[in-house]
């Protein structure tokens, strides 16, 4: 019990102001809030936040849904616990979102401050009890507001000075606990307050429990306590309050001042303390203001939370301190006065005194009402008496041992007696079970009365019938003690039951043994009956079934299709059928093929009568052959693409050599300060460009060679990781997880570059205004399941790179066209629509599966799996030395190519640089020059495909005819395999289209100069 000294008028004004406040808003309908508690259910300061919060909503919002969470972080903080908290969260609140969420103190605030977005995201947050708190933790938060917990420590000393003076040092303790290092802030910013004092911290984070009592024993006579939280020491172990506040004020040689309320309790004296109750009513009025539609942006964070000035009656005793010095406050733990002292016998003598007016009043009463009894007694036994002889039933009054006292004309009847047979008749006799009459008078004298009890009676007649017997123990003004049996014929409503049982059970035993589903509805859609193949199907028992709508056990967004469609359809038409999915009792879906009618029987409501059968594994195989149709389908169109890409290609790449190979002849003629040679380099660029475009088409297309080496992916995806870093914006935050011990892969470092780059580049486009981009690998085997159900997958071991974004993701109908050559979603101008189709040519040529998941607003993840192989040796690539002069020389070289301009343009080239050079336009007509000038020629230059005889074949004729002959082939790609077949055969190098000058020349005189 607490009394004031005098009143605080500001509390007063909130209370008047919320009380108005609630009478003059319109309410809320049924808004819900959760309260997320930092600490523990049973720590004082929560408890009363919890508590004060509760009562001051439910006044404001009568019917609103209250939830409360506690962190327990007092007790344990790590983060895996934290992340266990915030997995808890995400799962209950799933599909259950507040108006509000209210979280108090500093770890509660924080843990919304990280998961805000993604546990409530929009939702209105409201702090209290928060010390550690800047204004910069909200920015870009407009939905959070609050009440910052500051305690007034200046007032604390100022009020100490005035009851204790005299003393130079203050002792302040407290904990390592995020309060703790709070309040040793304020404290640190009121020293300054007061030169001359000598402020002494008893820290928590270097101080056991044990040590900081022992320092508190020892102060000296000039000094105060300043108690601010102790629940944690330096061993990291909660220390209950409970336990440390009353044994710090019990060792404390001088006093103890206090920062919270309920710390008086435990002997300290007092001080401009924090309430919880006062903090909680403060928060209270803001949660009502954004509930009410105001926004959290428009009030302003409290940056000073109320404290009021409390003392410990005991405590002021114990210090010898005149109550006349103290400033106005409240004082609590005060005795109380004599009234309060004997309240108990002065209540108690005066309600003794109230009962016996009462007992005198009432006896005088029974005087009147039993004279008026006595009149009225003789007309009612009369009145009784001809009630009890016209029952139809049989009533019999017997003594304790069955002796018969009385029995009416309807039992004489049904036993067959005469009235003047009744004397000395024991009613034992009319039992023809005694067993029966045993059980009977067992309930009779355990209950006190029995009714409905069926038995087996006999008549005088012998005839044995069905008796439903009901007795009431009555007892006279003596003590004597009656029993009243009332006894109804039932044979014939039994021998009816049994025709009825029998025929029910004819037809539950046919309802159940129909492999089938039935049942009824009533026009709700509840069971009102099911069969054991529904029961079995769903795993309930029927009569668990019973009375539950069909629409339970379905998911929850399909509930209102069952209202509207279904219920309404057989309301309208009379009938509805379908296929409808359900969840089974254990969580699996089923799915069930329905037909339902409405019936309108003559007598009675109407009613749903429906079967059913199980169709679930038909739906899922019809699922599957969909998938793999589909997936086929799309392999097959990716695969006629690609083959259509590759064939433009090849004789793009034919167009090109004549733009570029004359383009570079013209500009090896042209001085440096020529005006042409700018244009003709500009020329030159253009067809590269192009150039490039067609290997984009042939890496779609899979027809390009592939340098592939042993690589360790992790080594590739930590250098695309700095070029990533220098190409996208900074807004966009890169973050790795890459599994040690990553297996080795067989690849080109060169293309899984061009891979990651591609696929990082849209993933930059699919976020212009920020977000994440996470690159993954890790070791996975793919089982023959999943490669039966993703078309190109094959079984095996794989490295997995993943690659993920958070942008605007991406439609089903975008994601069936994403690998497909020139298809892009980007402006005119801005992309080719080739990156995807490459990314796919790069990943289908290392024989590995690329799949893509995407839904709008929640980003895309590609998966590509590159098959593992056994560890190797991982090469470095040595650098080309570009500035060495091209390579010429005097051989003869027969040059075959169909294409009539690209072979002079091939013999200007090499004719530019010394090289005879022969020309055949097919592999026929070059192995005729061959076998003719076989001396002269020094090398053949080989286009590897041409109409009539291929250039692998013609290969194979010139070595027949020469195994030593010299062959270098030329082709933009290979069909009928990699150019590596080509050398095995026994090529001595390749010439890839459209001609590079350089790279021509080179690989000539290479070819000429091996040694055979």
């Known amino acids: 019990m607490m009394y004031l000294k005098n009143y605080p008028i500001s509390i007063s004004a909130i209370l008047i102001f919320l009380f108005f406040s609630t009478l003059s808003s319109p309410c809320m309908a049924h808004p819900d809030i959760l309260m997320i508690n930092s600490y523990h259910k049973g720590y004082p300061w929560t408890d009363d936040l919890v508590k004060t919060t509760i009562g001051a909503m439910k ?19 790590t983060a895996g616990y934290l992340n266990l908290f915030q997995k808890i969260m995400e799962e209950k609140y799933r599909n259950r979102r507040p108006d509000i969420v209210i979280v108090s103190d500093d770890n509660a605030f924080r843990f919304i401050l990280h998961t805000h977005k993604k546990l409530f995201p929009g939702t209105p947050v409201l702090f209290m009890g928060v010390n550690n708190f800047e204004p910069a933790m909200i920015t870009g938060h407009p939905e959070i507001t609050g009440v910052v917990q500051s305690v007034n420590i200046e007032d604390t000393i100022r009020v100490a000075l005035t009851l204790t003076p005299g003393f130079k040092r203050v002792a302040v303790i407290y904990d390592n606990t995020a309060t703790g290092r709070g309040y040793r802030k304020q404290v640190l910013e009121t020293e300054e307050s007061f030169e001359g004092l000598d402020f002494i911290h008893l820290n928590g984070a270097l101080l056991s429990t044990d040590e900081m009592l022992e320092r508190v024993e020892t102060l000296p006579a000039n000094s105060i306590i300043l108690l601010c939280i102790w629940v944690r020491d330096k061993t990291g172990a909660y220390v209950p309050w409970e336990r440390t506040y009353p044994e710090i004020t019990k060792r404390s040689p001088v006093p103890v001042y206090g920062v919270i309320d309920y710390m008086l309790d435990f002997g300290v004296l007092g001080g401009m303390v924090q309430s919880p109750k006062y903090h909680a009513l403060e928060a209270a009025g803001m949660a009502e203001r954004i509930l009410r539609g105001e926004s959290p942006a428009r009030i302003p964070v409290h ?101 018969i006292l009385d029995a009416n004309a309807a039992w004489c009847r049904l036993f067959g007696y005469k009235k003047e047979e009744l004397s000395g008749l024991n009613v034992s006799r009319g039992w023809a079970d005694p067993m029966q009459r045993e059980i009977w008078q067992k309930e009779l004298k355990e209950k006190g009365s029995v009714r409905d009890y069926e038995f087996k009676g006999i008549g005088k007649d012998g005839i044995v019938r069905d008796l439903l017997l009901s007795t009431t123990v009555r007892k006279d003004a003596e003590g004597n003690v009656a029993y009243q049996n009332i006894c109804r014929d039932i044979t014939e409503q039994k021998e009816a039951e049994k025709r009825v049982t029998r025929s029910e059970k004819r037809f539950r035993d046919l309802f159940d043994s129909v492999s089938d589903l039935i049942y009824t509805q009533d026009l709700e859609g509840r069971f009102l009956t099911a069969n054991r193949a529904l029961s079995r199907i769903f795993g309930y028992e029927v009569g668990e079934l019973i009375g539950r709508k069909a629409s339970d056990f379905m998911k929850p967004e399909w509930r209102s299709l069952f209202e509207k469609e279904y219920l309404e359809g057989i309301k309208s038409c009379g009938h509805h059928e379908g296929i409808t999915a359900y969840f089974t009792r254990g969580g699996r879906k089923i799915y069930i093929e329905y037909h339902s009618n409405l019936v309108l029987p003559e007598e009675g409501e109407p009613y749903i009568s429906g079967t059913g059968r199980d169709v679930t594994e038909r739906v899922l195989t019809e699922r599957q052959i969909k998938k793999v149709q589909d997936q086929l389908q799309q392999a097959q169109k990716m695969e006629a693409i690609g083959t259509l890409a590759g064939g433009i290609s090849h004789d793009f790449n034919n167009l090109l050599q004549a733009i570029m190979g004359y383009t570079q002849i013209i500009m090896m003629g042209k001085d440096r300060d020529d005006p042409d040679l700018g244009r003709l380099k500009e020329i030159e660029k253009a067809a590269q460009r192009a150039s490039e475009l067609t290997q984009q088409l042939l890496t779609f297309s899979r027809k390009v060679e592939s340098k592939l080496r042993p690589v360790d992916l992790n080594l590739e995806v930590r250098a695309v990781e700095k070029l990533l870093k220098r190409t996208i914006p900074k807004m966009i935050r890169i973050e790795l997880h890459l599994q040690e011990g990553l297996k080795i892969i067989n690849a080109d470092p060169a293309q899984m570059e061009q891979v990651m780059m591609n696929l990082g580049v849209n993933a930059r486009d699919a976020m212009p205004d920020g977000g994440k981009l996470v690159i993954k690998t890790e070791n996975v085997i793919l089982d023959e399941e999943y490669s039966r159900t993703h078309m190109g997958a094959v079984p095996g071991e794989y490295v997995l790179l993943s690659i993920s974004d958070t942008g605007h993701g991406m439609d089903r109908e975008t994601l069936e066209h994403i690998f497909e050559p020139f298809y892009t979603t980007k402006e005119t101008g801005k992309g080719t629509g080739l990156g995807l189709s490459m990314v796919y040519g790069i990943v289908k040529n290392h024989q590995g599966y690329i799949a893509c998941s995407s839904e709008p607003g929640e980003g895309t993840t590609f998966r590509i799996y590159f098959p ?94 020469n195994p030593r002959a010299k062959v270098v082939i030329a082709s933009g790609y290979s069909v009928n395999g990699s150019p590596q077949d080509v050398l095995d055969a026994g090529a001595r190098g390749y010439i890839r289209k459209p001609y590079d000058l350089r790279q021509m020349l080179d690989a000539v005189r290479e070819a000429l100069d091996e040694k055979d």
């Open 868 to 961: 593992a192989i056994e560890s190797g040796t991982m090469e470095q690539e040595a650098e080309k030395d570009e500035e060495r002069d091209a390579p010429g020389g005097n051989e003869t070289i027969l040059l075959v190519d169909d294409e009539a301009f690209l072979r002079e343009l091939g013999a200007e080239m090499l004719g530019r640089f010394g090289y005879t050079v022969l020309q055949a336009e097919n592999g026929e007509t070059a192995l005729e020059i061959y076998e003719k000038k076989r001396a002269e020629i020094s090398l053949i230059v080989l286009d590897l495909i041409m109409p009539g005889m291929g250039g692998k074949k013609c290969l194979e004729e010139i070595l027949r005819m």
């Open 59 to 77: 006044e404001r919002f009568r019917d609103c849904n209250l939830y409360v969470e506690y962190m327990d972080t007092k007790r344990i903080k």
């Open 303 to 403: 940056m000073r939370s109320h404290n009021v000035l409390m003392f410990d009656y005991r405590a002021i005793r114990k210090w010898n301190i005149d109550e006349e010095r103290l400033p106005d406050g409240v004082i609590i733990n005060r005795p109380k006065g004599l009234y309060y002292k004997y309240r108990k016998w002065v209540w108690g003598a005066f309600g003794t005194l109230c009962f016996l007016l009462l007992v005198i009043m009432i006896l005088l009463g029974n005087i009147i009402r039993r004279k008026r009894a006595e009149a009225a007694l003789a007309e009612r036994e009369e009145w009784y008496r001809s009630l009890f002889e016209g029952s139809l039933d049989a009533i019999v009054i017997t003594t304790e041992d069955g002796r």
